[in-house]
């Protein structure tokens, strides 16, 4: 099956009913922890998070390819680009950086071996990153299920590191406000290193 078949109507249907309350706390939290002017979401879905971020004054972008999923951007009258998220030559072309860039639940859909070219698309947005990929295999199609240390990994393999204590307190602002599961598993806050660089190896899983 293709990926539009695989992530159809129906899909997204679901994801937009059952995401809409998760997005307003999401951007609460996000805007009141980071106080970003500008976001950009990679893999955004329907568009409710940018939505949500858009109503709070946020300049916004969002990059998405599944065709349903566009059909829901377009009548939020979002700005989409069509990247390909494996290819971080492409985000390196966009005409600006942003004070954040978030990506939820896409790491897990696309192969091994995009992983690293995802990570580092990701991290030429920004030098913020607000990430979460599912580690158990729940979604339709999970070519990619990792535990947040292999995420961890990439992240400092392209000069990130992992902000535990950050990541810690989203995940209790989202429990406590009834986000989504698959959204307040395992939220990750990275951040971009100083010009130090560190080798890092062997990463225990912080969850």
Known sequence: MSFNQVYGDDYFEMIDRT??????????SLVSHFSPKSAVDVGCGTGVLLEA?????????????AESALRYCAE???EVLPLDITRPEE????????????????????????????VA??????????FSSDPGGDDRLPLNPKPP??????????GFTFD???????????????????????????????????????LPCPF
């Open 19 to 28: 995401s809409r309350d998760s997005a307003e706390v999401m951007a609460d």
């Open 53 to 65: 971020l858009r109503d709070r004054e946020i300049g916004i972008l969002e990059i998405e390819k």
């Open 76 to 78: 939020r009258k979002l």
């Open 91 to 118: 985000a390196g072309q966009l005409p600006r950086s942003f004070d954040i860039a978030t990506s939820f639940e896409v790491g897990h859909q696309i192969s091994p071996e995009s992983s690293s070219p995802y």
């Open 121 to 130: 698309f990701l991290t030429r947005l920004s030098n913020l990153v607000v």
């Open 149 to 158: 240390s292999y995420w961890i990994q990439l992240f400092a393999e392209h």
């Open 164 to 202: 535990e204590a950050e990541s810690k307190t989203l995940k209790r602002k989202w429990e406590e406000g009834a986000v989504a599961h698959w959204f307040s598993r395992f939220p990750m806050v990275f951040r971009r290193m100083s010009e130090i660089v560190f080798l890092v190896s062997g």
